[in-house]
């Protein structure tokens, strides 16, 4: 398995915890594999809330000095499984749209408040709420197999991830509302820049490379490094959550229209046509 | 005419009601067109008011889905119609740079306001108050034809429409500055580079490419979109309006310096001399 | 020597009242040149506060319209003078690390404040401070044979010069991080491209052409572009002493921890290992 071949250093035994998940602690680095690849990675509710409680598990071990966050196979996740909006439950639409809203809220929330170095290895196609996310994490490093997608308002939805406020931020009005209000698909190099990534590395040495990287940034001061990554995000953390906050509140809205039902009916039909 | 080109779908009877503007409104698409081309496209004071009334139109009109903004003929628009300074009325010099001062409040503050997906569809040069207010539009498409210039310390005045504000939150102090103090003139590929232009397209294909996209983009979910730009723009309305104010005070207040007055009439007098 | 080859215009008398810099006063311009190319211009104690002195006195000069900051030699500068924390003093480490943190929040609120245009030419490596200062700057020319590297992290040491909030607002978080937290240097070209730098420009040009440029800006009208730099700054000016303080503190405790002594440490024996 490629994901699995670091064997040097100390594995903690908490690997196998996971069941949308593999979670690796060598040496200082906490990797986190969405590991759902015959369903290219897309969250689950359940992923969500494995995901919250890796970060919160590397935020608070000694041993951790930076994460990093990666996919399974060829995706690096296709964001947003639209199997949660699959089966209304008993209590109505409504309370499935707030439940999902909760669910988003503190998702989002986690990673605001992830106290180290956290680093995005893009293997490949990332979409929707794993592409927005990635605004919250210090370093992105992209194979040039990698592609970014945020197809919110084909889909009826609105954006979030705080994305309504860091896409603007790292790459100007112009360049975010392509991708947010009209479902611009950009390539690795155009997310370089855009400075949504921080690099780009050809596929085959991607994986070599980074890993490379990784651990000669976990071998860093870290205490610095933390305390710097700190520093960088508490001006802004308030703002944050309320951006956070105000996306999860939209998305409750949207998810309960017309044109939500539509998009997301259109989805599943035409999947199913191609059986 | 090239710009009235569109004949399918339903066209309202309003397009003949502006005397400096030409406006469509065809299959969900409000299309204002600066329309003094033998003047570049100049902005007269009759020309800010009937944006401000395009605008609010296309902002009320249901089924409007989204609006864009080009210019007949060579130019985009060259900026403020110095012409606005050349009659100092009875009232006063005072009284008519607080005049012109409220009207270009007003004015930026429409953009500001503007609730639905804007687009710039820049068809050839831009200066001064055309190219600042573009950092208040959602996407900004350029021919490869059009440059930017906003010479205002050359004219002894400042910016507006946001651009000190908007700019440095673009593309960085250090080349907002270049443009905004030192009238640095660019062309549509460094607009692009800087993040104030989305994507630039060859001269001649540039009128249908944009037509087609334009036309795709209004079929979008319309509440979707709409809802994702106020999102998006909720979070620096209040800031927005600040500066803005701040803006047309600097320049009510440079308006009746000896800077600019030097500077207008020398323009004025360049301008006689080549008759 | 090269930096002092303007010969023309009205020279003020106070050319040779700096021990660590070259100050020269010709046609509205104010050239600060770093003075110590033995040691990379790194800057002492004396040269922090004769940069605030000199910055002061650059605002007040009625003739200065602009002023402009270069290094001597080979190198822009190489940073924070680690001379600096060589000798603790009879008050102990506590009492050396506040003495510095004062004088950084001093040096660092002097260019926050700095009323006229202010111009880096950036004449070769520029490390640390130098770098990071760069954001509070409104244009920044460099030399093809600029770096630019803040090594925080491998010192033990944090961010200042407000770039835990100007990098991340100008490059985008994930460009910043790498540089901020993952002491990446960069070439000038990337520099530009991550808009630090204004333009580039071939080594064998660099003096001539930004000399030229600098001196034309000091002609233009003078009140129009110092209005609007403090427009253009004085939206964040209090955010940005804000940052500033936050900056000076974290680095007032970790100057006292073990990764920094150590990081200082270990840069001396290695330094005297070379004799």
């Known amino acids: 398995e490629a994901e699995g071949g670091e064997t040097a250093g100390e594995v903690s035994e908490g690997s196998g915890r996971y069941n949308t998940l593999q979670v690796d602690q060598v040496d200082g680095v906490y990797k986190i594999t969405l590991n759902r690849p015959n369903k290219k990675n897309a ?9 919250c409680e890796a970060l919160n598990e590397a935020a608070k071990d000694k041993d951790t000095v930076l994460a990093c966050v990666t996919g399974a196979g060829d995706y690096y ?23 999902a809203g909760e669910i988003l809220l503190k998702f989002v929330g986690t990673f605001i408040e992830f106290p180290k170095p956290l680093i995005g290895l893009i293997n490949g196609p990332a979409v929707g709420v794993s592409v927005t996310i990635l605004g919250l994490f210090d370093v992105v490093y992209a194979s040039d197999r990698a592609t970014f997608h945020t197809p919110f308002s084909a889909l009826g939805q609105s954006p979030e991830g705080c994305s309504s406020y860091t896409f603007p931020k790292m790459m100007g009005l112009a360049k975010a509302s392509e991708m947010l209000l009209l479902n611009k698909k ?27 990287r990784v651990k000669a940034y976990a071998k860093l001061p870290r205490k610095s490094m933390q305390k710097s990554k700190c520093l960088i995000r508490d001006g802004e953390r308030d703002l944050l959550h309320k951006v956070n906050k105000a996306e999860c509140d939209l998305l409750v809205e949207l998810w309960q229209g017309d044109e939500c039902m539509n998009a997301i009916m259109q989805f599943f039909s035409s999947k199913s046509s191609k059986l």
Chains 1, 2, 3 share one sequence.
């Open 43 to 51: 969250i689950t509710l359940e992923m969500y809330e494995e995901l």
């Open 77 to 99: 996740c296709s964001g947003n499984d639209l199997g949660n909006f699959a089966n209304i439950p008993p209590e109505g639409i409504t309370a499935m749209a707030e439940k």
């Open 186 to 212: 950009i390539t690795a190099v155009e997310a370089c820049e855009r400075s949504l990534v921080t690099a780009v590395f050809p596929e085959d040495s991607f994986h070599k490379v980074t890993e490379q």
